[in-house]
């Protein structure tokens, strides 16, 4: 966390068909204090947010938010329903999350983590991420699904 005090100042012109600029209104001054938090977390919510980029190649980012600790599954299915990967499987505080997807298939220790005969990349198409959250009693108190796009 960092005390902060940021000022916003905004001028507004409009722009016609042929490219003839306006005159700017009156000066707006905007100003946030607070403490600011990067990024921010609001954690009211159990939330599986959209990845980025999307479309994507080779790489993207799943970001999610956990209102409370829990064990933690992220999946990567195929448009069958195969699992083609597997991000996250544990248990995770409450908090702001990022997990990246690259779909050339590498693990960190190099080794491909799927083989298709060709490059060790997985196709191009559609696929399905999906968050689980399961609490200390082993019940599921949130599941979340989201689609990506390979483009290639």
């Known amino acids: 966390y960092r005390n902060s005090e940021t000022k916003y100042y905004y001028l507004v012109t409009a722009i016609d068909s042929t490219e003839n600029q306006s005159a700017p209104g009156e000066e707006v001054t905007v100003t946030i204090t607070g403490n600011a938090e990067f990024p921010p977390l609001v954690l009211e919510e159990y939330k599986l947010l959209n990845n980025y980029p999307n479309p ?35 248990w995770q505080e409450k908090g702001y999350y990022e997990k990246e997807f690259d ?8 080794m491909p983590e799927w ?15 999906k968050l689980q959250v399961i609490n200390g009693k082993k019940e599921p108190i949130f599941t979340g699904l989201g689609k990506m796009i390979l483009l290639k």
Do not use: C, H, M, Q
């Open 115 to 129: 083989s298709t005969g060709y490059n060790n990349d997985i196709a191009t198409g559609i696929y399905i991420y």
């Open 56 to 90: 994507f190649n080779p790489r993207t980012i799943i970001p999610y938010r956990l209102k409370e600790g829990g064990y933690v599954k992220l999946y990567i299915y195929d448009i069958k329903g195969e699992i083609v990967e597997v991000l996250v499987n544990g």
């Open 103 to 110: 779909s050339r298939g590498k693990r960190s220790d190099g």
